[in-house]
């Protein structure tokens, strides 16, 4: 399993970006994918997931500001993200889970109900005021 993530960057207060994660080395389709991220001095936090029937759910913080779409046939995984604010700052993961434990859920933007995550290396995304 493969995940590389690509489309990170630097942008002002207001601004949008968006994220790319190209899968490569398993079936992609079938599984749940998720969005972390991770600040300097904080712990990795949930960003939004979205699970293989389309599913989707968001962190409180980015609700009505992020969306996260997928691309089954292009193996992709996107995290739009608009009216960006400074607080929004940090390294951006993607993740894939794998090895279902539990009927798979897809709540508090997280993928549940599985063993195993396979994850990406990160884009930074900086936004200034």
């Known amino acids: 399993v493969q995940l590389v993530e690509s489309g990170g960057g630097s942008v002002q207060s207001g601004g949008s970006l968006r994220l790319s994660c190209v899968a490569s080395?398993?079936?992609?389709?079938?599984?749940?994918m998720a969005w972390f991220r991770q600040s300097p001095g904080k712990q990795r936090e949930a960003v939004a997931a979205?699970?293989?029937?389309?599913?989707?759910s968001y962190t409180d913080y980015v609700k009505g500001r992020f969306t996260i779409p997928r691309d089954n046939d292009k193996k992709t995984l996107y995290l739009e993200m608009n009216n960006l604010k400074p607080e929004d700052s940090a390294m951006y993961y993607c993740?894939?889970?794998?090895?279902?434990?539990?009927?798979?859920?897809?709540?508090?933007?997280?993928?549940?109900?599985?063993?195993?995550?396979?994850w990406g290396e990160g884009a930074l995304v900086t936004v200034s005021s």
């Open positions: 993740q894939t889970t794998d090895d279902v434990v539990s009927v798979p859920v897809v709540e508090g933007a997280q993928c549940h109900g599985y063993e195993r995550a396979y």
């Open positions: 979205i699970g293989s029937g389309g599913t989707k």
């Open positions: 080395g398993y079936g992609f389709r079938d599984f749940c």
